[in-house]
């Protein structure tokens, strides 16, 4: 069977389960999965859902949104997001209106940044096209306005300051018929 490309999540399940101090048949005990399916996920072969992992990631005590965004389900700025909801919501020393109120502010937070970094990315943008266009048009000025200096042409070159005259040579065959 070919090895799936899931972000290094056997690896990374591997080493929880390890530092767990978990056989694989334990693990996939706790987690309600069976041993050999286990196995396949840790060595690449299999890819889990998003339900085996919450089992897994319950079993090991660790951050399922960790287990997600490894899978290749979930991206790390979605997993972030969630990790400070699921402590807001967790937090027992604060009430649920307090809790409501805490991720609305949370919420226009993210969307009041998210337009201040979509404005910035704009305008780096426009900055970046603008200095392009400078650099395509100073190039093209020096181009026009100085041509090659190797060039017969170049009103510098002293052969093109003053006319050349062909004269025969004395020794050449074509000066004594005529």
């Not at 196995?39 to 660790?62: D, N, T, W, Y």
């Not at 209106?97 to 305008?123: C, G, H, M, P, T």
Request: glycine letters at 2%; proline letters at 6%.
């Amino acid at each position: 069977m070919a090895s799936l490309n899931v972000g290094n999540l056997g690896e990374y399940l591997r080493e929880q389960r390890r530092t767990a101090q978990l056989s694989l048949r334990q693990l996939a005990d706790a987690a309600g999965v069976s041993n050999p399916y286990l196995s396949q996920i840790e060595r690449g072969l299999r890819k889990p859902s998003a339900e085996v992992l919450q089992q897994v990631a319950k079993a090991l005590r660790i951050s399922a949104e960790t287990l997600y965004v490894r899978a290749g389900i979930l991206d790390e700025k979605e997993r972030e997001e969630l990790e400070t909801r699921a402590v807001i919501l967790a937090d027992p020393s604060i009430n649920e209106r307090q809790k409501q109120v805490l991720l609305q502010i949370y919420d226009s937070f993210r969307k009041e940044n998210a337009a201040e970094n979509a404005e910035r990315a704009a305008e780096a943008a426009e900055a970046a096209e603008a200095d392009e266009a400078a650099e395509a048009d100073e190039a093209a000025a020096r181009d026009t306005a100085a041509p090659d200096a190797e060039s017969p042409s170049s009103p510098s070159s002293p052969s093109s300051l003053s006319s050349p005259t062909l004269r025969p040579s004395p020794t050449s065959p074509s000066s004594t018929s005529s």
